[in-house]
């Protein structure tokens, strides 16, 4: 299942944003989850990982172009998507460009337009997914299955296969 995780501090426009996306991303396809509080959707992308993200560019606290930056950071392969009314270019193409933005949309949006950006969205996440996939069998070509496997649950759980222990040689559980 694909997962698109929506911010934006005004709960209408998550409200109408999530309402003009399930016209055409079937609840049993794509979860969507939506966050007001760009530093709440920080702490929500360490649990979960995102096909693609949106953001509004002007937010109070953490700008959007600030917030994606971060985002990157977490989960380079998401792809990042910026959604303002902004009339400032200048500084909307510098968050674009900073934190690698796929696309930006314009508000008001366009239902269709809307649509054509996240399936071209659901399609860059696909082959950034496979380009990674390609990279990494080759340099899992020498590794036998235990280690092929501990690196991918940590990959799928980071932090799994980390053990720490106290003085005592204990195992310390959190």
Do not use: H
């Not at 380079?76 to 933005?101: F, G, K, Q, T, Y």
């Amino acid at each position: 299942m694909r997962r698109v995780l929506l911010v934006d501090d005004e709960p209408n426009v998550l409200s109408a944003l999530q309402r003009a996306l399930r016209r055409f991303l079937p609840e049993s396809a794509v979860a969507i989850e939506t966050c007001q509080d760009p530093e709440q959707a920080l702490l929500r992308c360490d649990e979960a990982e995102f096909d693609v993200v949106m953001s509004d560019y002007r937010m109070p606290g953490l700008s959007g172009g600030d917030f994606l930056q971060v985002f990157k950071a977490v989960q380079p392969d998401a792809v990042r998507l910026v959604l303002s009314a902004s009339n400032d270019v200048v500084e909307v193409m510098d968050a674009i460009n900073r934190a690698e933005v796929y696309r930006y949309v314009a508000k008001p949006w366009e239902a269709k337009e809307l649509e054509k950006v996240f399936a071209q969205a659901f399609a860059r996440r696909d082959e950034l997914l496979a380009a990674r996939s390609a990279a990494g069998e080759g340099e899992q070509a020498g590794l036998s299955p235990q280690e092929r496997e501990a690196r991918r649950l940590e990959a799928e759980e980071p932090g799994i296969t980390r053990v720490r222990r106290d003085s005592d040689g204990s195992v310390i559980l959190d």
